[in-house]
């Protein structure tokens, strides 16, 4: 089966002009002209991040194709190639494999990204998917955790909370609007949402060495988040579900306030871009209300990555 | 637990040049300097790769990386840095990552790798284990399974059969050896023998679109395949052990026959370098004994991998 997978995967997939040498070799060759390279990998079980008896297999590709886009765009690089393994359950329909590929192939297109190299197994255990991503750095350089100052403003793209409706499958990944930011704004440092939006604060404050104020009436809210609470009641209010639901896969970003104000006002992308907060001198992590009043803010989240 | 093994593990592995940055942001960024990127990524599982049971983790470990590096070998590729994804049981001891990691970093540090990036969580499954290693051509460019031409010299690197005694753990990923050759003879084309020689030499036939004669007599034997046959005569030959094993992680190369005497006349590394046949027009898979009689050579081999 495996050399037919092969054989229909080398059919599927389309050249790259970045990819010299891809599938079926010992290792891909990818082109990048001299840049950096910028590399990520996550790791997706059936039952944690995905249920293969509920999703349809091409969302679960998509998600985990996603997911490690939203990495490379938390970097601001290009993506340039997909690593694809699979752990596929004995016990599954034959087709599995290739229908998560089928569910990755349009997202890839989409952002010019080859699917260049994988592992294929079975095995008697559930689902499982690692992606790697490789991409490459632009002029701007890597955009790290570590560069947001005391007094940059904190920035989101589009709105959060309540991906557990949904969204959380139907990742879209940031990369072409961080792409299109960075050209005319400069930006401190990123992070995507991941695992909560005051989890991923803490790792961009800790790594900047700065705090950070976060004004919980300027969040954001997603109507999944609304429809949550407005569903079940004792879940709690829909802004706690935009600090610690997580997988919204969107971009927090530490701006200069003069850029950040005209980032804010020109609103150059189809998402929104909103002003939640700012990063501050003292270590710690804050929130305040309407009236101003400053209690600290826990670093809720979801938290089961080694940091990527 | 997880940030606490970031921290570990970031204080655990040493800081790299060509690692601008590592373990603890959205991706890592490597610094290859021009060169083209090589990428491959293997996925190990406990039940088919190894057995948690009866294997230390540090030799899990170091062959969950070592087969990686094995097929960076295979390209005659440098290795830059290792990414690895661990989907670690619930049940297990709290330290079985860090004891896996620790089984990788001896062999990372002798080739000058750097494990810059993962993603580890716990599931109620058994232990898999997903590796990717990103290096750089050198001058020569990448080594291809499609560069064979007729006439060349089958030539392999040590000697093949009876892994399963305990050399499939213990894997010596050729990748200084190869590297060394390069400087001092051209190579057509190379391929790593993880799925069984004779399995291995129809992939590297197929992408050269030539054909083999393999003479079974001057195939180098391991000792581990004689000891398997002595054991248990009902195994077959160690010849067909030597064939069809896999999981030697020795290189076939295919090499020019003036070139590859001089190789095998000079002798310039520390493991053999044997012929063991040549590459012939004629599409198709070979044998020939000792007194030269031709008949086909099955593809034999474990196959359940995806061409990398």
New interface residues.
């Given amino acids: 089966m495996?050399?037919e997978?092969?054989s229909w995967?080398r059919s599927r997939v389309a050249s790259h002009p970045r990819v010299?040498?891809g599938?079926?070799?010992?290792?891909?060759?990818?082109?990048?002209g001299?840049a950096?390279?910028?590399?990520?990998?996550?790791?997706l079980?059936d039952?944690?991040d995905f249920d293969v008896d509920l999703h349809a297999p091409s969302r679960i590709g998509h998600k985990a194709l996603a997911v490690s886009l939203s990495?490379?765009a938390?970097?601001a690089?290009e993506p340039v190639?997909a690593?694809v393994?699979?752990?596929v359950p004995k016990s599954s329909e034959p087709t599995l494999a290739a229908r998560l590929l089928e569910g990755m192939i349009p997202l890839a297109e989409s952002l010019d990204v080859a699917i260049?190299?994988?592992?294929?197994?079975?095995?008697?255990?559930?689902l499982?998917i690692?992606t790697?991503?490789?991409?490459k750095?632009t002029g701007a350089g890597?955009l790290?955790?570590?560069g947001a100052r005391p007094g940059d403003w904190i920035v989101v793209t589009g709105a959060l909370g309540g991906s557990i409706l949904g969204r959380h499958l139907d990742v879209r990944p940031r990369v072409r609007e961080i792409l299109e930011l960075r050209k005319h704004y400069a930006i401190h440092a990123?992070?995507?949402v991941s695992d909560g939006l005051a989890f991923d604060l803490s790792r961009i404050a800790q790594?900047s060495q700065c705090g950070v104020v976060v004004e919980l009436d300027a969040i954001p809210i997603h109507n999944d988040a609304r429809r949550l609470v407005a569903d079940k009641p004792d879940l709690g209010a829909a802004v706690d579900h935009a600090l610690g639901d997580g997988e919204d896969f969107e971009l927090i970003l530490a701006v200069a306030p003069d850029v950040a104000a005209r980032m804010i006002d020109q609103q150059p992308l189809e998402i929104p871009l909103t002003r939640i907060g700012r990063f501050v001198d003292e270590p710690g992590m804050w929130q305040t209300d309407a009236r101003g009043l400053r209690a600290p803010l826990p670093a809720i989240g979801f938290?089961?990555?080694?940091?990527?």
């Fill in positions: 495996e050399t997978f092969i995967l010299s040498l599938i079926g070799d010992d290792a891909a060759v990818l082109q990048l001299g950096d390279c910028v590399v990520t990998t996550d790791m079980t039952g944690v990495d490379i938390a970097m690089a190639a690593f393994s699979l752990l260049a190299g994988g592992d294929t197994n079975t095995w008697k255990g559930k499982v690692n790697t991503l490789v991409g750095t890597p790290t955790r570590g990123g992070i995507d790594e938290q089961h990555k080694l940091g990527e």
